[in-house]
Each structure stands twice: as structure tokens, then as C-alpha cells.
């Protein structure tokens, strides 16, 4: 029998890869994992939010053990001259309380920390270090590398939590706040009441290009919470540059991130909402699905992976398109008309839309009435499309 120093190794210490630590430990705890992580902590600096519909039973039962905020009263928009108030509970997870969650649950045995990857293969990590870990099965959940084989727009965020002075008086959140000035693309802020005198307050942008201005996005911030009357000191901030995929060669983007026998999950294996970014369904779901196969050899389920992969790309094709004409049919200050329209949709199909569920009645829901762009701009945009996704781009 061959010895390894682990069964599953697991590269990346993110959602994806935290979360698949997670449903091994839970479905099958006689497996030795290693979990490597490159920075100091598990989850990086993120926040993660999705609403109850869109994880099945199992899926809620492998998140409900970590500390997060919920907002069972459900939550607000807010466009120029529209309001409207919806009742999906809605539930959010920072990624200090997802890195003490799973310390506790896993152990310092299957955590490794400020452990930096070289190279990988089907059954070894070689670290940076120049230490080689053995392993059955190696599953790798870095960051993707940048690629020319898919097309889309940016998602472009600075989130600031506020400790206020004085309590807010928030009762659900504010997932889309667009009655803000539109500045270079779909400009909304999004709020979350954290606690009395707790606040989470982000400005996005979905915008042509990832450039990220810290100094502008944080004095816009700073606007917003002055103009509710909000006004304390910064518990902490983060930022993101997130693609929105609008089109591509799935297969080429696959054969960029490919290593033989190694299994790939979350972004870097294409697991991701094209064009809301939302990953959280999808690592919890791809967790699950990798603990119930998890005595398969490696190159079985690396192969079984992308399968899956491919699946997904294809079931969510409808939303690649409301992207392509989001970028290439709407002018950048008026992309906030393609989302005032949707959210005066039936409530049930904005859930399902979330969850990438959408049946064909939603699509053509979405799609007939009066287009909220100039039809042949939109038929344009069908045809073509961004450029590639590559932050080096600009």
C-alpha cells in the first residue's frame, strides 16, 4: 500500500477550499485533510451574503454552524423614483468569523497557514519551502490565474464597517441602494445593519474595466453614511475586483487552469454566478458533491470535477447574455435601468434568479416587455461582447 502524508490535500484556504475541509471533516472524519493557506487566516478579508432559498437542505446544514448575521424581516432596493421591500431572509458571513469557525471545527492538525505553494501535481504539493506533502487526492482552490479565453465586465467594490456613534435604526438590509449618482458603469451602494451601532457599507460599481480608485471609493463612502447621518470610526474595510463573465471558451479557460489529476473548485474551476459573482451556492454544493466521492482516485475526480464544471457553465448561459447587454447594449450611467426593471419582477423569480436557478418561464419573463435598452443595441450585443477578462488589461 502506497503511504501519503494525507489523503486530501487541499490548496487554497478560501470559501471553496475552507468549505470542502469542512464536508470531508463532517461526512467523512476518518480522512486525514490538509488545508494550505498561503496568508495568515482562512477566508482572506471577504464577506460572503446569500439568501436561505438558495442552499437545498443539506447545503444550509453545512453552513448553519458558523456565526453570521440574518435578517429574517428580508430586504430593500432602492432605484431613482422605485422602492420596493422583499421577504427573502438573507444571511451573511465575514470571513473572520468563517476562519474561527473552522479552526475550531477542524484543528490545527488539518489548518496550515503562511504555507505557500510551488507546484502541484496529481498526488504531491511541493511548497515554497522546498517541503513536499504526499497526498492521495490534491484539490486546488487558488485564485485562478488571469486568462484570454473568457469576456466580460468588472465588479468593482470597496466595503467599510462603521462602529456609529449613534444606532442607525436599520431593520433588513439594503442590498441595492442606485439612487446614488452614476459614476462610469451601474453604480449602487449596499448596506448591511450589523448590529445597533454596526454598519456595512459598500459602493459597487459594474464597470468596463478593474481599475479600483481606494481614495474615491472610500470619500464616496464616507458621502453616503454623512448623508443618512451616520457618523462613527472604521472597524475595518475591504475591496474586490470581480469579474462579471459574460462569454467565452470555457474549454480554454479550463485547459489554462488545468494540472493533471488535480481536481480544480470554486472561481479557479469556474463555480461562480456570472453576473451577480456570487460563489457561495456553488462552493457549498461543490463541497458536498466532493465529500460524497471522496474515496475516488484522484484523476477520477478531477475529471468528475470538471464535468461538473462544464455543467454549470452550461446551465447559466442565460445569464452570460443579460451581461453582454448589460455592458455592450447600455450606456454606463444607464445600466441601472436593466436592474430597476427586474427587481418590479415576481419575487419567487428574482430568488431563483440569485440561485442561478432560473426556469424558462423566468428567462422569458426577463427578456419580453419593454426593453429597458434600445433593442438594436442589444441585438449588437448578442453578437459580440467585452474583452477579454484580464486585470492587466486597460
Not at 502541484?120 to 488571469?146: F, K, M, N, P, Y
Not at 474549454?251 to 469556474?270: D, E, K, L, N
Not at 432560473?358 to 467585452?386: C, E, H, M, W, Y
Amino acid at each position: 500500500m502506497i503511504s501519503h502524508d494525507c489523503d486530501i490535500a487541499i490548496t487554497g484556504g478560501g470559501l471553496a477550499g475552507g468549505l470542502i475541509a469542512l464536508a470531508l471533516r463532517r461526512i467523512r472524519p476518518e480522512l486525514e485533510v490538509l488545508l494550505l493557506e498561503a496568508g495568515p487566516t482562512l477566508g482572506g478579508n471577504h464577506r460572503w451574503s446569500w439568501f436561505t432559498g438558495d442552499l437545498d437542505p443539506d447545503g444550509a446544514k453545512l453552513v448553519d454552524g458558523f456565526r453570521k448575521s440574518e435578517w429574517p424581516a428580508g430586504y430593500e432596493v432602492r432605484f431613482p423614483g422605485f422602492r420596493r421591500e422583499l421577504g427573502a431572509i438573507y444571511r451573511s458571513l465575514d470571513s473572520a468569523d468563517f476562519d474561527a469557525s473552522l479552526r475550531r471545527e477542524l484543528g490545527q492538525r488539518t489548518i496550515r497557514t503562511e504555507t505557500r505553494v510551488a507546484s502541484l501535481t496529481a498526488t504531491q504539493v511541493e511548497l515554497s519551502d522546498g517541503q513536499t506533502i504526499t497526498a492521495r487526492v490534491v484539490i486546488d482552490c487558488r485564485d485562478g490565474a488571469d486568462t484570454d479565453a473568457l469576456n466580460g465586465g468588472w465588479q468593482v467594490f470597496m466595503g467599510r464597517h462603521l462602529r456609529l456613534n449613534a444606532p442607525h435604526s436599520l431593520t433588513r438590509p439594503v442590498i441595492m441602494d442606485a439612487s446614488v449618482e452614476q459614476l462610469g458603469g451601474y453604480r449602487f451602494v449596499y448596506v448591511l445593519p450589523l448590529g445597533t451601532n454596526d454598519i456595512f457599507i459598500e459602493d459597487t460599481y459594474y464597470q468596463d474595466t478593474p481599475t479600483l480608485d481606494r481614495n474615491a471609493l472610500s470619500a464616496r463612502i464616507d458621502e453616503y453614511a454623512a448623508a443618512q447621518g451616520w457618523h462613527g470610526e472604521e472597524v475595518h474595510f475591504e475591496t474586490g475586483v470581480l469579474p462579471v463573465i459574460t462569454g467565452g471558451d470555457f474549454s480554454a479557460f479550463q485547459a489554462a487552469q488545468r494540472i493533471p489529476g488535480v481536481g480544480q473548485a470554486g472561481a479557479r474551476g469556474g463555480f461562480v454566478h456570472p453576473l451577480t459573482s456570487y460563489t457561495l451556492p456553488f462552493a457549498v454544493s461543490t463541497a458536498l458533491a466532493i465529500a460524497a466521492d471522496a474515496d475516488l482516485p484522484g484523476e477520477l475526480l478531477a475529471a468528475k470535477l470538471e464535468a461538473r464544471a462544464r455543467d454549470h457553465w452550461r446551465a447559466t448561459g442565460f445569464y452570460r447574455m443579460l451581461g453582454r447587454m448589460l455592458f455592450a447594449a447600455a450606456e454606463p450611467e444607464e445600466r441601472w435601468r436593466i436592474f430597476a426593471r427586474f427587481y418590479r419582477l415576481n419575487e419567487s423569480l428574482i430568488e431563483r434568479f440569485y440561485a442561478g436557478r432560473s426556469v424558462f418561464t423566468d428567462q422569458a419573463r426577463v427578456l419580453i416587455g419593454k426593453p429597458p435598452v434600445p433593442i438594436f443595441a442589444a441585438l449588437r450585443a448578442l453578437a459580440s461582447g467585452p474583452p477579454p477578462l484580464r486585470k492587466d488589461i486597460s
